[in-house]
């Protein structure tokens, strides 16, 4: 389900940016869909379409955030420090134990 939203969330985020791009730019020349002569939609009408459009998409991709990161809480179980306890330290080895016969090979 997480795999299926997350398609779907960056397919919207792609088209987000392609429909913002495309919008004409107030402030000169950085707009690529800037409105000209010939096109299928007159200024203002492909104005109000992508404007419509990109208010769609962020609404979307803004769902789909939200959704995520409730599926990420959910999935995460709450831990405390106060829940795990007390540690045991660990203790020193304990010494080899010395041979029985003074005399006596070590590795048998």
């Not at 392609?18 to 409105?35: D, F, P, T, Y």
Request: glycine share 14%; no cysteine.
């Amino acid at each position: 389900m997480t795999t299926i939203i997350l398609t779907i969330h960056l397919f919207l985020a792609l088209a987000l940016v392609i429909s913002v791009l495309m919008q004409r730019s107030e402030g000169g020349a950085l707009g690529i869909g800037g409105g000209g002569g010939g096109g299928f939609m007159t200024g203002r009408g492909q104005a109000n379409l992508l404007t419509r459009a990109t208010t769609i998409l962020a609404a979307a991709f803004m769902a789909t955030s939200l959704i995520l990161a409730i599926m990420a809480a959910q999935s995460r179980k709450p831990t405390s420090v106060l829940d795990q306890g007390i540690s045991t330290v660990p203790t020193a080895p304990a010494a080899p134990a010395a041979p029985k016969e003074p005399g006596a090979p070590l590795g048998r």
